[in-house]
């Protein structure tokens, strides 16, 4: 039905129907199939036939034995020939007649798109010569009209005709051209390819096509030859400009081609999509990045491939639609189910109407630098916690020192039960205070430790005992050690500590009872996950401690390893206990993995290096048997809190030692320099006028011989070298036993000796 309707759209447009309207020669249009298309009237009127009843060129009108024939001749002029026949008609009122058919192809851009017939009665043929001679006329004009080139030639290659069409594409006038031979007049067609193509039109009488430049005119053309029994017909066609585009089409394929390699070099993804987010582009680097191949994306929608936040896309979307342009950072996904981030930029390309064309999106994948930026910035506030809680342990361990030596002090001296219990309690509440602020700093300020071999037999089995008193009887503890993961190094106070507080949150977990599983196996730490956890790769032995407790959310795992969060009840933790297991068991170069479900228990697997470097810091004063009392010795205790030096003095007095306290170090030395029976000098570190650093120094000096023992509120002084020059440290607050141990190691009779 299109190809019908548009060849009734040609006809009436190019004035066929017009000009046939009121020949006197019935006239016909078949399409190529032998429909019939458009008769004019002259068909009902000259030969009885109504339009409705004639539906093939090869029917009744048709006498039986000449049907092959005109069969032929339909075909031959589908191919672009013209046919000349007589037909004997029936027709419907029951005359014979004799009828001269001419069958013409129709052409639009050079096709065969339907067949003309016209039919006469050969005894009206003399009479309607001169209505012949007006259709050739019209024929003519007709042809001048279209808007290709049309040329007939004769048998000897003469212009016989050529319409204004075709004298515009040879930029010759027919008056030039007419009768004149094509040869002559156009020597260098006889050799190109438009001269080969008619002759091979000719001689195998069949229609050729040639699309080619022809250089003397400077154009590219299309030529359509059609033989016929009088010449040669050519239909001709101006292409250059479709040419040109075309050309200019390969040159920017072939420049998109080359920018694509250049694109397919960047380290960023680039991505084209279409205003409806379907993915048009997608180079090499995009690939790398989010593992879809181009074949994969191309097509696909960006937002549902990428984002699976559509919120944060969408709000771009409004943004780059609105400005043209937008940048900022985006969640995004990748095929194997990572989430990336990506510094992503978007800019949107209008079309000619000032629509919405394209989008060019440019995406830099920074998910490496957030995970440094977010250590650093985890550093920054571990510094800065750091620093503060140096010095709040300072004050605190300066508070509690007196407080713990005190009540020391009263309990040896007191004998009532109840007032050694009072006693007993401020005690413990000072050591726990102590050890709260040792959690702190260790946690704050980094946790070192000591690498020897650790047997984890040994380790499990002091666990194991130390689990007695700590779990409830209706937790039961189970413990399997492999035999290819009993050994590991590390420091063993440390790891205890480590496996007590996961042993201490299993308790908390397990309120009804349950069990508390520990093992140990071997495994290899490839260079991928050990790149992921951030430590060397190697083999790994895993310590894993699982219970059958009330588990934990994701959202409770998410924060489980920040400062101070708990989800205890008030009183009755820190928050600090796994935030301080996950420092030691990475400054061990290992990693803590943590797997839990609500109602589902919990996991926490502790991956330690098999090997690792040993370092081992020399501790300040051996262990000893608690001393004995003094001789009387002089000591000189020497810091500016008040308290602080009431309390240790009351100490030193307490077994049997002479006390000088003064309140900084330029008085300590002023003291010892008019005393020269000075046994040993306690003094702080950081005081005003002189610190205990520059009394040392001076002290060095001036009697080289007086032991110093260095006290400080911040643990980490210890390993300054200017206090492990002096003879011992002790950490605040002290116990009376640790102060009277170390005092008396340097001060007994063999000591002084030593000393000179």
């Known amino acids: 039905m299109r190809v019908r309707a548009q060849i009734l759209e040609l006809l009436r447009t190019s004035g066929i129907d017009r000009l046939v309207h009121d020949l006197p020669d019935a006239m016909f249009v078949f399409d190529l199939a032998g429909s019939l298309i458009y008769a004019n009237a002259q068909l009902t009127a000259r030969l009885g ?75 009206e043929l003399e009479a309607s ?49 007419i009768g004149r031979s094509l040869w002559e007049e156009f020597p260098e067609a006889e050799d190109s390819g438009f001269g080969l193509a008619y002759r091979r039109a000719v001689a195998e009488n069949q229609t050729v096509t040639l699309r080619d430049r022809y250089e003397p005119l ?70 790398r990045i989010y593992g879809w191949t181009a074949e994969e994306a191309i097509g696909a929608s960006a937002r549902d491939l990428l984002y699976a936040r559509h919120d944060e896309f969408d709000e771009a979307t409004r943004r780059v639609f609105a400005d043209g342009h937008w940048r900022g950072e985006l969640a995004q996904q990748t095929k194997w189910g990572d989430t990336i981030i990506a510094d992503s930029s978007w800019t ?96 704050a300020r980094g946790v070192e430790s000591r690498r020897v071999p650790i047997d984890l037999r040994e ?87 699982e219970d059958t407790g009330v588990g934990m959310t994701p959202a409770t795992i998410a924060r489980l390893f920040e400062p101070f969060f708990t989800t205890k009840s008030a009183g009755s933790g820190t928050g600090l206990g796994l935030p301080t297991s996950l420092a030691i068991i990475t400054g061990h170069g290992g990693f803590l993995q943590v797997y839990s479900e609500p109602d589902h228990g919990s996991r926490f697997q502790m991956h330690l290096p098999s090997t690792a470097p040993t370092s081992s810091p020399a501790d300040t004063v051996d262990d000893e048997d608690p001393p004995g009392r003094s001789n009387g010795e002089l000591i000189v205790v020497v810091d500016d809190e008040k308290e602080i030096r009431d309390a240790t003095s009351r100490a030193l007095k307490s077994h049997g030692y002479t006390v000088a306290a003064v309140g900084n170090g330029q008085e300590a030395l002023d003291f010892i320099t008019a005393h020269s029976d000075v046994a040993l000098v306690v003094t702080d570190l950081m005081m005003p006028v002189m610190d205990g650093a520059t009394l040392a120094a ?59």
């Open 49 to 123: 036939v109504s339009p409705e009843n004639y539906h093939s060129p090869f029917g009744s009108l048709v006498a039986a034995e000449q049907r092959d024939e005109v069969r032929a001749h339909f075909a031959a002029v589908a191919r672009g020939e013209t046919a000349h026949y007589t037909n004997a008609a029936t027709l419907p009122d029951g005359r014979t007649v004799r009828v001269q058919v001419t069958l013409m192809p129709l052409l639009h851009n050079d096709e065969v798109v339907a067949i003309v017939g016209m039919a006469r009665d050969i005894e």
């Open 129 to 177: 010569r001169e209505i012949r001679s007006a259709l050739e006329s019209r024929l003519e004009s007709i042809l001048n009209s279209i808007s290709d080139g049309f040329l007939f030639f004769s048998p000897d290659w003469r212009f016989t005709y050529i319409n204004p069409r075709g004298e515009a594409i040879v930029q010759r006038p027919a008056s030039e051209l």
């Open 218 to 287: 400077g154009s590219w053309l299309e030529a359509s030859a059609y033989p016929t029994p009088d010449g040669l017909a050519v239909y001709l066609r101006d292409v250059t400009a479709e040419e040109d585009s075309r050309l200019q089409l390969i040159a920017s394929e072939s420049r998109l081609r080359s920018l694509g390699a250049l694109l397919d070099v960047a380290h960023d993804a680039i991505i084209v999509r279409d205003p409806h987010h379907v993915i048009q582009y997608w180079n090499a680097a995009a690939a």
């Open 348 to 443: 949107l390309a209008l079309n000619a109407r000032g629509e919405p064309e394209t989008l060019f999106t440019v995406n830099t994948n920074i998910t490496d630098r957030k995970r440094e930026e977010a250590t650093l910035l985890r550093a920054q506030r571990l510094d800065s916690l750091g620093t503060f809680a140096g010095g709040l342990a300072h004050d605190l361990n300066n508070v509690l020192t007196p407080i713990l030596t005190s009540a020391q002090l009263l309990a040896e001296q007191e004998a009532d039960p109840l007032r050694q219990r009072l006693l007993s309690s401020i005690e413990s509440s000072a050591l726990r205070g102590a050890e709260m602020i040792r959690q702190v700093l260790s946690f």
């Open 459 to 545: 380790l499990l089995a002091e666990f194991r005992e130390l689990c007695t008193t700590t779990l409830p009887k209706n937790i039961t503890l189970s413990i399997t050690i492999s035999d290819r993961a009993k050994n590991t190094v590390g420091d063993r106070t440390q790891l205890l500590q480590v496996l007590m507080n996961f042993a201490a949150n299993a308790r908390d977990a397990m309120p009804d009872g349950g069990t508390l599983s520990v093992s140990t196996h071997s495994e290899r730490v490839g260079r991928a996950e050990a790149e992921r956890h951030q430590v060397a790769p190697g083999r790994f032995v895993i310590i894993t401690v």
């Open 698 to 756: 001076s002290l060095a000096q001036s009697s080289p011989g007086i032991p110093i023992v260095a006290i400080s509120g911040l643990a980490g002084n210890a390993d300054r070298a200017d206090v492990t020059s002096m003879s011992a440290f002790l950490a605040k607050p002290f116990s009376t036993a640790d102060l009277i141990r170390t005092v008396s190691h340097w001060v007994s009779p063999a000591k002084g000796d030593a000393n000179g």
